[in-house]
């Protein structure tokens, strides 16, 4: 089993669409939860940042944890056509974790057409 | 020049050259790394400089050499690689008292293609 789990889509979705993205995971170590965005021939970059369960907004973004179900969440609301691009999951436990190791899903391709 | 910058950008090279990748960062962290991307698969952590020292090797193969002269350079030295090595290396930095907070700043990454 893989320690995260993300449906790499693609994804296509009209503008002004409600988006959701999702990961599950298996290691209920994990407490601090990541969403990257990583567009087109560039790296990825930190889009939210979430500790522990609980739901994060930030203008049209809200991130989602639920760790009993080992489930996080991505929305994105009123999707625009710059928002095109792969959304990575990634997290990484409390304590005890290697430096920069997170565990990475694979990435769910998103389009947004006008 | 800010954030993270990577050469080159695209790279093609026989199964005998031997090649590098460079990275450099211009925001101040003392930790760098090198990831590994493909097609269909999570992100894959290679190595990690924390103040120029190698802390993780994370099973990589002989054929990639890291070198980290200091802390806002490091190199990716490529000998004999095989096919299945094509893919995406990305660089990243972070500020290593924030590594559990997983904010890491990546580079645009170095496409490789091995013929």
């Known amino acids: 089993q893989k320690e995260v789990e993300q449906d790499p889509g693609p994804l296509s979705v009209p503008e002004g669409a409600i988006v959701s993205l999702n990961c599950t995971y298996s290691n209920s170590a994990f407490q601090y939860f990541m969403w990257y965005r990583q567009y087109s021939r560039k790296g990825p970059e930190l889009l939210m940042y979430t500790y522990s369960s609980g739901n994060k907004e930030d203008g049209r973004f809200t991130a989602q944890v639920d760790k009993s179900s080992k489930y996080i969440s991505l929305f994105i609301r009123d999707s625009q056509p710059s928002d095109s691009a792969t959304y990575l999951c990634?997290?990484?436990?409390?304590?005890?974790?290697?430096?920069?190791?997170?565990?990475f899903g694979r990435g769910t391709q998103l389009t947004v057409w006008p | 020049e800010t954030g993270v910058t990577q050469t080159p950008r695209h790279l093609v090279m026989g199964m005998t050259n031997k090649k590098s990748l460079k990275c450099e960062q211009h925001?101040?962290?003392?930790?760098m790394y090198w990831y590994k991307q493909s097609a269909k698969k999570p992100l894959e952590l290679m190595f990690v400089y924390n103040f120029k020292e190698q802390t993780e090797n994370n099973s990589v193969p002989s054929r990639f050499s890291p070198e980290c002269p200091n802390s806002s350079h490091l190199f990716l030295h490529l000998h004999t690689l095989q096919p299945e090595d094509s893919a995406l290396y990305l660089c990243a930095s972070s500020q290593a008292a924030r590594h559990n907070t997983g904010e890491l700043f990546f580079g645009e990454g170095s496409r490789l293609t091995v013929l």
């Open positions: 925001l101040g962290h003392n930790a």
């Open positions: 990634a997290m990484t436990p409390d304590r005890g974790s290697t430096l920069g190791r997170l565990y």
